[in-house]
């Protein structure tokens, strides 16, 4: 019955038998979680958590944030959806609000309801504005998993999207140093490296036919992969010279986790399109959007916006994103995040240096990876990619099993916390890991 008050094992029993998980086969418990607080989360048994990952890096101001929630009850009492049509104050105060963020050349928001569609009508809009079609993305990224979207995709997840595939997706390499053969001197040689190939294929490829060039302003999902010094103002210079649009997807990079607003500002870029999602709204209320430049937006005051959703600009979503992007900047985030981030930084440092398993460690802000390999002179990666493997699932579940619950992909464990975690919590939480890579030196190295 409805308002039948479900115990945890029954919960997770009809949850096994009737909902669809993503990602994986289906007919797995899925751990039932009861309520969240702050940067913790509690399953029916009263274990707590702590959200190392703010879940799928979305929830950047913690849980149950009262001042996104008054917000929400606030509106929802007003008027929870108007349609899109329709001017309403929380969509047209949060247009503001972004437009605002994203620097001094940008005009206006469309608003979806999560990142791929972000994405998806990021790459419409591209289309129509040049009239060309080819979208240019790279290997180690996760754009969504809609068509377009997860066409545009890099990782694995784009395999069952790509059968047939949507036409004009073309893949080039991250300047992921690395795992690169090749051994830069510094990070001037590695950028002028990647520029060249990218500037070569672009040729290849031919400038007349390419919309767009699609990509994370740091790589987030696929290991939190910092592009070098130069290389974004360099994709910029080379989009500007073949009348390319350049669209940033900061779905995970966005709102304060990399110590800026945006990770696109600490290399002073400009995108003609901003795709954003999860943070905007913490995830209180799903909201994606694209924030368009001044040049796109006046080529839609001349032609029409072939896109739509009826759920563009969901009102209740819009409060929460108000709510939301107002405490940011009220609870100083930003330094918040640049204090906090210095802590994690100079632990995984740690980390590299005592554990053989830890190969590489990056960071920026609360935005972090570390790299597991077999070898650390070699830099084998502990799983091959793209193969079927239970031991990062083994190494994730340990984690869960001392309440660190993070995620991460191929060979990555990923670092996210929420923003307002305090030095204390991340000190007293780290060490679990610590404890945890321990566990993998002496289990997966020999
Ligand atoms: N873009 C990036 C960089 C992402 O990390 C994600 C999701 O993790 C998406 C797009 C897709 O967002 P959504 O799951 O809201 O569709």
Redesign the pocket.
């Known amino acids: 019955k409805a308002d039948q008050v479900l115990t945890g094992e029954e919960i997770q029993d009809l949850d096994k038998d009737y909902v669809m998980h993503s990602w994986s086969k289906q007919g797995n418990k899925a751990l039932a979680i009861e309520k969240a607080d702050g940067i913790y989360f509690w399953d029916y048994q009263g274990k707590r958590y702590t959200d190392m990952s703010s879940l799928?890096?979305?929830t950047n101001l913690g849980h149950n944030n009262k001042e996104i929630i008054n917000a929400i009850h606030e509106q929802v009492d007003k008027m929870a959806f108007m349609a899109p049509a329709y001017a309403t104050e929380p969509k047209a105060k949060l247009a503001k609000m972004l437009v605002d963020i994203a620097g001094d050349n940008y005009s206006r928001v469309f608003f979806t309801?999560?990142?791929?569609?972000?994405?998806e009508n990021a790459i419409k809009m591209a289309r129509m504005v040049t009239g060309k079609s080819k979208i240019l993305s790279r290997y180690r990224?996760?754009?969504?998993?809609?068509l377009g979207?997860a066409n545009a995709s890099g990782d694995p997840r784009r395999f069952a999207a790509e059968s047939p595939a949507a036409s004009g997706f073309i893949k080039f390499f991250d300047p992921y140093i690395y795992h690169e053969k090749i051994k830069f001197a510094d990070e001037e040689e590695a950028t002028n490296y990647y520029l060249h190939q990218l500037e070569e294929q672009i040729i290849y490829e031919g400038p007349n036919a390419i919309a767009a060039i699609l990509l994370?302003s740091i790589?987030?999902?696929n290991g939190v992969i910092i592009p070098p010094e130069g290389y974004l103002q360099g994709v910029r210079k080379l989009c500007d010279k073949y009348g390319i649009l350049m669209i940033c997807?900061?779905?995970?990079?966005g709102f304060g986790r990399t110590g800026k607003m945006f990770a696109f500002q600490h290399w002073g870029i400009e995108p003609d399109l901003i795709?954003f999602?999860?943070g905007v709204t913490c995830g209180y209320v799903?909201l994606?959007g694209v924030i368009v430049s001044d040049k796109v937006s006046k080529y839609f005051e001349d032609n029409v916006l072939q896109c739509g959703l009826t759920y563009s600009g969901h009102t209740l979503a819009c409060a929460a994103g108000v709510a939301s992007v107002n405490y940011y900047f009220e609870h100083q985030i930003l330094d918040h995040v640049n204090e906090v981030g210095q802590y994690l930084g100079e632990f995984l440092e740690g980390m590299k240096e005592k554990h053989p398993c830890v190969g590489d460690v990056r960071y920026i802000g609360l935005f972090s990876a570390l790299e597991l390999v077999k070898d650390k002179a070699t830099r084998e990666p502990l799983v091959p990619y793209g193969t079927p493997n239970n031991i990062m699932s083994t190494i994730m579940g340990k984690l869960k099993e001392k309440g660190f619950s993070t995620f991460g992909r191929e060979n990555n464990i990923n670092i996210c916390p929420p923003l307002i975690i305090t030095k204390e919590q991340l000190l007293e939480t780290l060490p679990i890991l610590d404890e945890v890579l321990t566990w993998v030196d002496q289990t997966y190295l020999f």
């Open positions: 799928l890096v979305c309801n999560g990142g791929a569609e972000a994405n990224s996760y754009h969504g998993a809609s979207a994370e790589t987030g999902a997807d900061e779905v995970m990079a795709t999602a999860k799903q994606g």
